[in-house]
């Protein structure tokens, strides 16, 4: 299906040198949108934009930077605004997992957490807003949680939170921005294979295919396509709301553990 509601649209997505982020540009992309591609990795994110620019219709500009500090954020929204004159679009997807044992767990390891996944996700949406309303046409933002801020899972209290906490932020956010036309949604990801899990976990694809409750791992293009869809003019009256795309694992699904 093509989505109406992309082309010609401005879309900031964070975290997008690779993986899920990375994704979710293409797609907007090849709708017709305008991405600015944040990663941390400057030579990633370069990268990354120029060979996406190349592919297709929409412009697709780099912007280096940690997504969980104030005056990056800043400066990103100002880099996308100088560069494009609005923003329709953004999809705080940056976020850092980081596994521990809860007892031993470190105030610098939780503050990495938080500055990026909530301080990150929380004054973009914030900034972001601002701007959608100053320039009074409306705008779409997707969160990205995660399986794990739905289900326990071991050795990941702090990530877990976080994710959860922003599945609250966007119903709370819907609730108050809704008056502006400004739909606020968050996308719960399962188990999907990315260049960071297969790095966390030998064999992630043959592990999390046998505990899917669909027997197969998620991939990039699951997220992306939910994610476009979200921010698409089909789904204007969904506002607020939590979907998992995890092959429905957050209803049976089993732990590595039980294997």
């Avoid at 010609?8 to 090849?30: D, H, P, R, S």
């Avoid at 105030?107 to 807003?129: E, M, T, Y």
């Avoid at 801020?149 to 956010?173: D, E, I, P, V, W």
């Avoid at 400004?182 to 694809?205: F, H």
């Amino acid at each position: 299906m093509q989505y109406t509601g992309i082309k010609n649209k401005t879309a900031l997505v964070t975290g997008a040198g690779e993986g899920i982020g990375l994704a979710i540009c293409e797609l907007l992309l090849k709708a017709g949108a305008n991405v600015v591609l944040n990663d941390v990795d400057e030579e990633l994110a370069k990268k990354a934009s120029s060979k996406l620019d190349a592919m297709h219709t929409g412009t697709c500009l780099s912007f280096f930077g940690d997504a969980g500090n104030i005056e990056t954020i800043n400066k990103m929204v100002d880099f996308t605004l100088e560069k494009f004159s609005k923003i329709d679009f953004v999809v705080p997807n940056a976020g850092i997992t980081l596994f521990g044992d809860f007892l031993e767990f470190t105030p610098d390891s939780f503050q990495k957490v938080i500055q990026l996944n909530l301080q990150g996700a929380f004054f973009l949406a914030q900034r972001a807003a601002k701007e959608m309303i100053r320039q009074g046409i409306g705008g779409r933002m997707v969160l990205m949680s995660s399986q794990v801020g739905l289900r326990a899972y071991h050795n990941l209290t702090a990530y877990g939170m976080t994710k959860a906490a922003l599945q609250f932020m966007g119903q709370n956010l819907a609730y108050g921005l809704g008056e502006h036309g400004i739909t606020v949604n968050t996308i719960a990801p399962g188990a999907t294979l990315t260049e960071r899990t297969e790095k966390e976990q030998p064999d992630y694809e043959g592990t999390w295919s046998k505990l899917n409750p669909n027997k197969r791992v998620g991939r990039p293009e699951d997220i992306a396509n939910t994610c476009l869809f979200l921010l698409s003019d089909e789904a204007s009256h969904i506002n607020g709301q939590v979907i998992p795309v995890d092959g429905g694992w957050t209803t049976a699904g089993k732990y590595p553990e039980d294997l």
